[in-house]
Structure formats: C-alpha cells, structure tokens
C-alpha cells in the first residue's frame, strides 16, 4: 500500500513521543482512509444501495493510552489542545448549547467528544483514555471526502484500543452514526462510515443500506489500470450551516411518505427504501414537481449501482464510468445539489482526456469531484481540468491555499490500527 508512508508514521509516532515521553515503539497509529461514493449518491439516508471504495489519503491518529481517565488530544493542522475524562457524560451538542454547557475553544476536538458519547450511549464501559496526535493527509482540502467520518472513525478505534475492546466493524458502523446523527445533529446516512470501515484494497463495496448487508465485489486484473482523480473547488461550507442537505433527507421522506399512503401502506416508516418501485411507477404523478424529482433520484441511482456492480466484476470501465457520470447529472439536476463552481468542475472533467466518468464528492454542496481515469492519462487529464478550471473560476482557485488541485489518488483499504 502506498499510504501511509513510512515518514508518514514516524512522523506520527514522534508527535506522541514528544507529548508523553513514551517510546516510538509504545506509540499505535490508527489509519482512517478518505472515501469516495462511485455510485449510490445521496440515497443511503433514504436506505438505498450503495458503492464505495477508500482511497490512499486520510487520518492518521498516534495515541498511546493515558493510563488513566484523561484523554489529552493535538492536531498536526489545528491549534490548541483538547482535554476532558472518559468518565464525563457526554449530551448532544444541541442539549448541551442549550443547558449553557461551556463550549471547548478547539472545535476540531469535537468528533473526540462524539466519540465517547457513542461510545457511551453503547454501554461500552471506558476506564481509559488516551494521548494522541491527529492528522490529515497534507496538500488537499478533504471537504467531500468524508473526512469528518475518517475522524470519527479514528477516535473509536483509538478508545477501543485502548481499553482493550473488541468490538466489530459492523458495530462500529453504528457508533460513528450515533456521532453524526445524535451527538452533532446531523441527518446523514452509514455510507461514509461503512466505506471506511468495510472496504478492501482492489475491491468495491457495496451495502444495503436497509438492512445493513454488505458484500466486497473484486474486479479482475484490468488490462489498462485506473487511477482516482480527484478535482478540488476552493469552495468550504460546513455541512451542519448549510441547510441544503438536511432539506434534502426531509424532501425525501415527504414523497416516501406520499407513495406508501396512496398504496395503502402508511404504517410503513417514510423512508424511499419502503417504497416498491412498482409503487413509484403507479403513484410518482401525484407528488409534486420537487418530491418527484427527489424520488426519481433514488430510484434511478439504485438502479445504477446495480449495473455498475456487474460493470465493475467484469472490469468494464467504460461502462462503469457512464453510470458514475448519469448519477453526476442526476445529482445535478434531480437531487438538485451542487454550486456553480461543483457544476462546472463536472463538466470540465467529462471533457478531460482518459475519464470514463465524473460525479461530486460527498454532499454535493462544497468540496470536490471525483472522476475515473485511464491510469496513463491521468497526469494530462490532471493538467487539463487545473488550467480549464482556473479560467472559469479564477478566485475559487486561488483559494486552494497552495494545495494541489488536482490530486492522483489509487485505490486504499481499510481502517485499523497499526
């Protein structure tokens, strides 16, 4: 594997030693991947199918337990430091503004806090915390990549290590949903966390979001191998400000609503998953223009991640890559999300020599675009959309920060503790 690296971890390791005193050799590194959603956009709060895969870019969090309660945390790119005891009860971020709960300075060291609080909501009983380091991997903006899971997913693994817990992927995949969903507000599916947590070096994962099933497809030894490009806005807009997406899962669950009553099957929970697509077909005129988008999304992206399964076992990558950019559009124009500056870089990458396809990453509403590329190709396709882009959208460009653009990724696995 190319990620991380061996300087990577020294570098990790030496953080934690200068902080505690300890030996390198003491020093555990999680390694928490960045994903990516080929297929399945938007569709996993709703229970749809699902595609995903990581790749060689993502968390790195030294720790070595504290041998007692404390848990004293620093990152590589924020400043402070994040202190509190695992025997603290945690309450949602909500409950906890409202009770008038002082506020932590460094807000980075949230999702630690989430972490002990799912953890905590579990029955996990924790004598032990930990002193670690955190860090992202460098020269990207990680807005769409699912980085706030990455690092959801490293503090678990980080306190189940440290008090020797064993707990499953499975059951991880809920915890980190417990941090999302009832520790910070969120309305998110379980995509970006199984992707994290399930995934395997040379495979797509795919997941039933409904009822939790999951399989690990392997593709055959392509003729021509791929790389992941991944192309970068300039434009940030925290997910739990912006009300787009939240809008969106309500949408969702309004026409879900609509369809199982004209069915006769109100009982059901509003959820698109509940809806059978013969229901759709027969009902979809009675939503209304915006809902009927919405449904239309989902029913037609699951249909894409079932023939991009079969496109992926047979190594047709051309085929593969139409799918990811027919749910690009459909994001676009159906789901409706996606600025101006997201839009174009869509459309930039289509025209990029050696693509197959192209599509947002993450919600849709900042960060970047993903796209399959020959692996050949893939340094000019990476010049082509930098020089495209930076005509049509100067100033986001210049906010990159010195960070690449373009990034050439591959394929990754999954995470765990090294």
Not at 34 to 41: F, H, K, Q, T, V
Not at 294 to 311: C, D, I, P, Q, W
Not at 398 to 412: D, R, Y
Request: aromatic share 8%; charged share 20%; glycine share 10%.
């Amino acid at each position: 594997m190319s990620w991380p690296t061996e300087s990577e971890l020294n570098a990790i390791k030496e953080a934690v030693s200068k902080m505690t005193g300890r030996d390198t050799e003491e020093v555990r590194v999680v390694v928490a991947p960045y994903r990516i959603c080929p297929l399945g956009a938007h569709i996993d709060h709703q229970g749809g199918a699902v595609s995903a895969m990581t790749i060689n870019k993502g968390i790195l969090l030294g720790f070595v337990p504290s041998g007692d309660t404390q848990v004293q945390l620093r990152s590589a790119q924020f400043e402070g430091e994040v202190c509190f005891r695992v025997d603290e009860i945690q309450h949602p971020i909500g409950l906890a503004n409202k009770n008038g709960t002082a506020k932590d300075k460094s807000i980075w060291g949230t999702y630690a806090r989430g972490a002990l609080y799912a953890l905590q909501m579990s029955k996990k009983n924790l004598k032990q915390g930990i002193v670690g380091c955190i860090s992202g991997s460098d020269g990207l903006d990680s807005s769409g990549l699912s980085s706030s899971a990455a690092v959801g997913v490293a503090y678990l693994l980080a306190l189940e290590h440290a008090n020797e817990l064993t707990v499953s992927a499975t059951e991880n995949i809920e915890y980190d949903r417990l941090i999302e969903n009832g520790y910070l507000g969120l309305r998110n599916g379980i995509l970006d966390q199984s992707a994290i947590l399930l995934s395997s070096y040379g495979c797509l994962t795919y997941m039933d979001c409904k009822t939790m099933d999951h399989k690990l497809v392997q593709g055959p030894e392509l003729e021509k191998p791929f790389r992941i490009l991944l192309a970068f806005s300039g434009l940030r807009q925290a997910l739990t400000t912006n009300p787009g997406y939240n809008l969106r899962v309500a949408e969702c669950q309004e026409a879900a609503k609509i369809l199982l009553t004209a069915s006769g099957n109100s009982e059901l929970a509003p959820t698109l998953c509940n809806v059978e697509h013969a229901v759709y077909e027969a009902h979809k005129h009675e939503l209304k223009p915006v809902l009927a988008r919405r449904a239309e999304h989902y029913f037609s992206e699951n249909m894409r991640v079932t023939k991009g399964l079969e496109a992926w076992a047979t190594g047709n990558l051309e085929e593969f890559g139409k799918l990811i950019s027919a749910s690009g559009l459909s994001s676009i124009e159906n789901y409706e999300c996606g600025a101006e500056p997201l839009i174009q870089l869509y459309k930039i990458l289509l025209k990029a020599p050696g693509v197959y396809g192209a599509r947002f990453s993450g919600a849709g509403f900042r960060g970047c675009c993903l796209a399959f590329v020959d692996a050949e190709k893939a340094a000019e396709a990476a010049s082509y959309v930098k020089d495209e882009y930076e005509k049509v959208q100067p100033e986001f460009a210049k906010k990159l920060n010195g960070g690449k653009p373009v990034l050439i990724c591959e394929a990754g696995d999954s995470a765990r503790v090294i």
